[in-house]
């Protein structure tokens, strides 16, 4: 079954206690990135990877690392979390940048 | 730089009724165009997708949506509601051939009462 999977699904840590999230997909898809969801704010795309060893930036990458060691995993890291980072997270994958995104469960984070 | 509107943040319907919801983009020529489902604690589902061809598209769970390029717009339809579908509903706009990742609208969460 085509899927991206997400882990944790929840997450509760506290400010400055480094974490990662992962994210595997096994479409063989080159492009994948992150997102995290806020009331009133939509998605806002973190991170994204045109494929291994290429990532860039995205809208709000703040506070952010990622890394695309092979194609099938894009793991989000949180070096030093801090309370606004508070989210719901989301991994995607496409074949390209610009066609159909494939999503991931999500992980809420909370920073305490 | 395209960009996609969702002009209600919330709507509520009666079960059984018909459902529309409105999508807007800005992008200068014909785009590519998703809606996404979110039901609660889940990820994002695509319904439906339009690349080119007709402009009326059917997707899963009964959707369908119709491209309108004089009116810049992908509005989301179904002609009767079930109490399932309660749940936010995503637009994105994509650029063909484009090297920008899809924009997503901010979403609309639809209720639906008995």
């Known amino acids: 079954e085509a899927q991206v999977t997400q882990n944790p699904r929840y997450l509760i840590t506290v400010t400055g206690k480094k974490l990662t999230v992962t994210c595997s997909q096994n479409m063989n898809h080159e492009y994948m990135s992150w997102y995290r969801q806020d009331p009133g704010l939509g998605l806002r795309q973190i991170y994204y990877s045109m494929n291994v060893e290429v990532t860039d930036k995205g809208d709000v990458p703040e506070g952010y690392k990622v890394s695309r060691k092979e194609k099938r995993n894009f793991p989000l890291i949180l070096e030093s979390p801090s309370p606004n980072q508070t989210s719901l997270y989301f991994c995607a994958s496409s074949l390209y940048k610009n066609t159909e995104a494939f999503f991931g469960q999500g992980t809420r984070l909370t920073v305490v | 730089a395209q960009s996609v509107t969702q002009p209600d943040i919330h709507i509520t319907v009666s079960e059984g009724a018909s459902l529309e919801l409105r999508c807007n983009y800005s992008y200068g020529a014909t785009p590519y165009l998703f809606w996404y489902v979110q039901s609660p604690g889940q990820g994002l589902q695509l319904l439906l997708k339009?690349?080119?061809?007709?402009?009326l598209v059917q997707g899963i769970k009964g959707f369908e949506a119709e491209f309108k390029r004089s009116q810049s717009s992908f509005n989301l339809r179904k002609p009767s509601v079930h109490w399932s579908d309660a749940a936010e509903y995503f637009c994105?706009?994509?650029?063909?051939?484009?090297?920008?990742?899809?924009?997503f609208g901010k979403g609309t969460r639809l209720s639906v009462i008995a």
């Open positions: 994105a706009v994509g650029v063909p051939g484009g090297n920008t990742p899809l924009v």
């Open positions: 339009y690349f080119s061809g007709d402009t």
